[in-house]
């Protein structure tokens, strides 16, 4: 359905007090003590409330069963986030990270049978030799204040640079693993199917190659790979409805994208994209070139996307089968009106932060992971905000006579 844009509630508020002299009987006139901030986006009212915060570089976030919070931290420390708030000692048992640039302690998902198997994967980049790196997924047993037996299960061709790692894991409803990686600022790599970088991979939960990924048998590609030609992923998720794969990835200047992910698709970066160079050198449109996947849609001016959901929660019906991800660079949250697969409107809600990571909790409440450059981070837990209109105020308010 069509939506107004999102607007901050506050000015809304300020608004209606000034023309009407109260907003009498409004939940929203007591701000909680925990809100940040408030937000009309079209005909919802959404609070954010702090959770937690004082976390390092917060990177990504997993439910644990009992409602705790797994939270990465870029630098390389992995924390339990408890529903107060609190915020453990770093678990011990976790792997070495290189954190330079945009490398660290990335992505963190539970096995589809952690309730029965402890089992926790982390995406991180590996140091290598002589200066290089490249991303590892790994996983091991959480235990208390720990994880055991950790083990690298997989692990990416190493080279120079501190960019575009990507990093988001997606487990599919048979159980394999879908890890989206960046081309880490190199171009070309990306339409070359002997490596990984600027791909999406499958694995087995064990890390070996299924059988029927689309490059299985063909001389001089990597097996894992699912689809190629792409740039810089920080956002993934499946619809649990349509069992579709979406990514959202940043595009140069101009031309972030939201794509669904195909089998053995080639989605054209470098060769095509909706941006353009940093150094203003023009490339052609993806439409130029029908060989390649082209995207479901883009931006210009950016988000930067990093963390996504499809949503199919409780607490926001109207949100059901809908996008969310965050926005680095904009500052607050995407969220994308899909109807039978296609986009029917966009909207950008601001928080005028920078969003890392985008959950959906138990309660269907969505959560959010503050990833500022200059402090800590926090994290944020959209809830529904009741706002009663004049209409049932009893005649107490209205035009002055």
């Not at 949250?333 to 005028?352: C, H, K, M």
């Amino acid at each position: 359905m069509k939506t107004q844009n999102a607007t901050a509630l506050a000015p809304v508020l300020a608004l209606a007090v000034g023309a009407l002299g109260t907003l009498a009987h409004s939940d929203a006139s007591a701000q909680p003590a925990d809100q940040v901030e408030s937000v009309a986006v079209g005909d919802v009212y959404v609070s954010a409330r702090e959770v937690a915060a004082k976390l390092e570089e917060p990177w990504a976030l997993a439910f644990l069963p009992d409602g705790r919070m797994l939270v990465t931290e870029h630098g390389g420390n992995l924390v339990i986030v408890s529903a107060d708030g609190s915020v453990s000692a770093p678990l011990s048992g976790t792997p070495e990270v290189w954190s330079e640039g945009q490398g660290g302690l990335m992505d963190v998902a539970l096995h589809p049978d952690f309730a029965a198997n402890s089992m926790v994967y982390l995406s991180f980049a590996e140091a290598g030799t002589n200066g290089t790196a490249g991303t590892a997924l790994g996983r091991g047993r959480l235990s208390g204040d720990r994880i055991e037996g950790f083990e690298v299960i997989w692990r990416q061709k190493k080279v120079e640079g501190p960019n575009h790692f990507g990093n988001r894991i997606a487990f599919a409803d048979d159980g394999t693993l879908f890890l989206a990686l960046g081309e880490r600022f190199k171009f070309t790599p990306a339409q070359d199917p002997s490596n990984t970088l600027g791909t999406v991979i499958r694995l087995n939960a064990d890390g070996s190659i299924p059988d029927d990924n689309p490059l299985v048998g063909r001389s001089g590609a990597d097996p894992a790979i699912w689809s190629w030609g792409h740039r810089n992923i920080e956002a993934a998720a499946f619809d649990s409805e349509s069992g579709s794969l979406w990514v959202a990835e940043m595009g140069p200047l101009g031309g972030d994208e939201l794509n669904r992910i195909e089998r053995g698709a080639n989605y054209g970066w470098p060769v095509v994209s909706w941006g353009i160079n940093y150094d203003g050198v023009e490339i052609p449109d993806p439409d130029e070139f029908p060989e390649y996947e082209d995207a479901i849609h883009h931006w210009s001016p950016v988000r930067s996307p990093s963390g996504m959901i499809v949503y199919d929660g409780a607490m926001f019906p109207e949100w059901r089968g809908d996008i969310f991800f965050g926005a680095l660079s904009a500052g607050g949250l995407e969220r994308v009106d899909l109807e039978a697969g296609e986009v029917e409107d966009t909207q950008f809600i601001p928080f005028n932060t920078r969003i890392r990571e985008v959950a959906q909790g138990p309660d269907g409440a969505i959560y959010l992971l503050t990833n500022t450059k200059d402090g800590p981070g926090a994290i944020w837990k959209l809830v529904r905000q009741q706002v009663r209109p004049a209409s049932q105020d009893e005649g107490r308010t209205g035009p002055g006579g």
